[in-house]
Each structure stands twice: as C-alpha cells, then as structure tokens.
T-cell receptor, first 112, second 113 residues
Framework: LAKTTQPISMDSYEGQEVNITCSHN???????ITWYQQFPSQGPRFIIQ???TKVTNEVASLFIPADRKSSTLSLPRVSLSDTAVYYC?????????????FGSGTRLQVQP | SQTIHQWPATLVQPVGSPLSLECTVE??????LYWYRQAAGRGLQLLFY??????ISSEVPQNLSASRPQDRQFILSSKKLLLSDSGFYLC????????????FGSGTQLSVL
C-alpha cells in the first residue's frame, strides 16, 4: 500500500503559481509532512515541512487540511530553474518512523 | 555546520566484482543514516537505514549489505555485483528528533557492465 500518492507529472509556464498535491491517507498522528526537490544527478533537497494548517518559507508554502490526509506544495511564480522532481514524504507507520520511504514524485516541467 | 560526504561520484564496475561505497557525516552525533538507490528516471528506493553503530535495518532483499562501523560512517557493499545493481546511490542522514527532515549526499552513479 503506497504511503503517498502524487501526480506523475505537471507542466507550467514561467511566472505561474504551481500547486502539487500529495495524498497520505494513512498518516500517523505524530508524522510530519516534508517536501523535497530533486534535480538530475543530485540528491533531493529539503524544501519545507509542516504538521498542520499552513507553513511558509522563502521558497514555498505548504497547505495541510485539518484531517491531514493530503498536503499541497505551492510554488509561487515558478521559473525555469524550478523544473525538477518534487517528493512528499511522511513517516512510515508499518515499519517504524525511521524507515522513510519516498513515493514516485511529481516531475514538474516549467516552460518559458 | 553539518556536512555529508559520499564517494566516489562515479563508478564503473564489471559484473561479479565487489563494491564498497562510503558515506561520512560531520558536525553531528548519533545520526540516523540511510542508503537509497534510484534507477534512471525512477523514484527513490530505501535500501538500508541505521539508528546506531552496528544497527542495520534492511528494507529490500537484494545483493547488497550495509555496515556502520563508526557513529558517522555508513558503508554499502556487495561481494558480487549484478547488472541490476546499476543506479544512482544516495546516502542521507537526519537527527533523531527531526525524523522526516533528511539531508542527502551528492550521490554515486554506479554502472555495472
């Protein structure tokens, strides 16, 4: 059973806002939701983390509804350099919180 | 500040040869350590994680093993590589109290021919 579900790919244009949603129906009470960005041939890079409601930092916002069964990463005014794969990550209920398993990720392509 | 070192960056090995990839973390104590593998164009597969010296948890049965001889050193090994072992190998760490926030190394691109 997949821990997280995301769209496989998304397309956008420079200057637009991009929202990527992740489903995590089995999220545990103590789990945080964390998003990563990965460029080709590089390790994923932490973007943002939240537990509930809304979190904002200098690069993104994270929206989490009250039931916490999904989350939405919002990237304001994307540029070509935001073309990457985005992963959401939650803790693993079945095997313990330290077994951090990523989903398939969302491949974002930003066009000029 | 904390840093993670992973080497080599690129490796080409023949089928049946041994493998040793090393990862070290600086600037923190008692981290959780992870090995992930990523096939071309695919997602991240968790291979091993460790919560302390000598403590290794294997996530997927395979031709690989891991060891943690020191607190901040994590080694991925194989006695005989298979073609299917090719991929991008990533080491990562986090602190016990901030479980989902991982910091990744730069990765090793392994090609088994």
């Amino acid at each position: 059973l997949a821990k997280t579900t995301q769209p496989i790919s998304m397309d956008s244009y420079e200057g637009q806002e991009v929202n990527i949603t992740c489903s995590h129906n089995n999220i545990a009470t103590n789990d945080y939701i964390t998003w990563y960005q990965q460029f080709p041939s590089q390790g994923p890079r932490f973007i943002i983390q939240g537990y509930k409601t809304k979190v904002t930092n200098e690069v993104a916002s994270l929206f989490i509804p009250a039931d916490r069964k999904s989350s939405t990463l919002s990237l304001p005014r994307v540029s070509l350099s935001d073309t990457a794969v985005y992963y959401c990550l939650v803790g693993d209920m079945d095997t313990g919180r330290r077994a951090l398993t990523f989903g398939s990720g969302t491949r974002l392509q930003v066009q000029p | 500040s904390q840093t993670i070192h992973q080497w080599p960056a690129t490796l080409v090995q023949p089928v049946g040869s041994p493998l040793s990839l090393e990862c070290t973390v600086e600037g923190t104590s008692n981290p959780n350590l992870y090995w992930y593998r990523q096939a071309a164009g695919r997602g991240l597969q968790l291979l091993f994680y460790s919560v302390g010296i000598g403590q290794i948890s294997s996530e997927v049965p395979q031709n690989l093993s891991a060891s943690r001889p020191q607190d901040r050193q994590f080694i991925l090994s194989s006695k005989k590589l298979l073609l299917s072992d090719s991929g991008f190998y990533l080491c990562a760490w986090n602190i016990q109290a901030d479980n989902e926030k991982l910091f990744f190394g730069s990765g090793t691109q392994l090609s088994v021919l």
